[in-house]
């Protein structure tokens, strides 16, 4: 059993460039055809400006150690409940965390003004 450490805060705190973003992995579903995330985060100096499948990013480069070891994790498919592997790194993809935090603080604007309403 190998056991996948994620550490985001140590790697986070040492890399303080501007051109280093953070994405988040996700894959696509062998189970749903939907996509997931994997809840695992990396960061990146000059990757993608958008969504970009590792393989593509990495074509003819040596993967990070923390994208080559989800290639034999397992995640599990919300939808069907289901454990699926996704071994293709064409089907796993860098998803920028930016536009996301985007998102979410616009979430987190609308519902306290549904409080005050
Ligand atoms: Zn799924």
New binding site residues.
Partial sequence: MTQLKVGTGEALASTAHNSAAQYSISVS?N??A?M?ETGISITIENGPSHRQSIGDFYDGKSLPKTLSTIASDSFS????GRQFIQKDTKRRFLVSSKGRSTIENDARKTRRGYGLG
């Fill in positions: 579903c189970r749903c939907g997931h498919c919300p939808l069907t």
